[in-house]
């Protein structure tokens, strides 16, 4: 399978705790994007990553959230002292970096903090 | 702020009809959207994309259409499927390049057999 994949694909955390995803791009595109989507939304940008610089984030993603991509490749999203407003899915995304090429979207992890 | 919406939250079609899933879009300045297609407990799935030097762009039973005088933009899908029951969303790129996407609320479509 050479889609993006993501892990885990559930977790269930208690508020407080801290979590921590993994996204696997589609190998060689080089951006690498996360997104947040709540239930009977459209996704929400969060960060995006080109190559291992962190290019851009939303206002969305406060001092709580921190992302990684250290080598270019896999890249990780850390939410620390989550709150039940975390809850969501968390979908990563990739692409080349000729212009116009879309998105591939991987499965998303689904957040549910208790 | 710059959005994408969609005129109805749901629409439901016999098996066998065309589907017309509609998005309308604020920013001019947008040269590149795309449609999704995102099934329960799944990520978005590419279906079609097309550039704002286009006005309409055909794939396997689909087919996009731009009108930029109106920003207006529209998935139709042929001969629906029960397979083809999902949320669709339109989403846009605001500047050139892959900058991230904006996407719309999504209409959700029920195929009824």
């Known amino acids: 399978d050479t889609g993006v994949s993501q892990d885990p694909r559930h977790k269930i955390t208690k508020r407080g705790q801290n979590v921590t995803f993994r996204c696997d791009p589609i190998?060689?595109?080089?951006?690498l994007y996360w997104y947040r989507q709540t239930l009977g939304q459209g996704p929400e940008f969060l960060t995006y990553f080109q190559n291992e610089a962190q290019l851009e984030k939303s206002r969305l993603l406060s001092d709580r959230f921190s992302a990684e991509r250290p080598k270019g490749s896999f890249s990780t999203l850390e939410i620390q002292r989550t709150e039940q407003g975390d809850s969501a899915m968390y979908l990563c995304?990739?692409?080349?970096?000729?212009?116009?090429?879309?998105?591939?979207f991987g499965p998303g992890t689904r957040l549910l903090v208790l | 702020g710059e959005s994408v919406g969609l005129h109805l939250p749901t629409l439901s079609v016999q098996e066998g009809d065309n589907s017309i899933i509609n998005c309308a879009y604020s920013?001019?300045?947008?040269?590149?959207f795309i449609w999704y297609k995102q099934e329960s407990g799944k990520g978005p799935q590419f279906i079609i994309d097309?550039?704002?030097?286009?006005d309409k762009r055909q794939g396997q039973r689909v087919t996009v259409l731009l009108n930029k005088t109106v920003k207006h933009l529209s998935l139709q899908i042929a001969a629906t499927q029960p397979g083809d029951s999902a949320v669709y969303f339109c989403a846009e790129i605001p500047n050139s390049g892959n900058t991230p996407l904006v996407f719309g609320k999504g209409t959700r479509l029920s195929v009824i057999a």
């Open positions: 920013n001019s300045a947008s040269d590149y």
């Open positions: 995304a990739s692409s080349p970096l000729r212009w116009g090429e879309t998105q591939y």
């Open positions: 097309i550039r704002s030097n286009m």
């Open positions: 190998s060689e595109h080089n951006r």
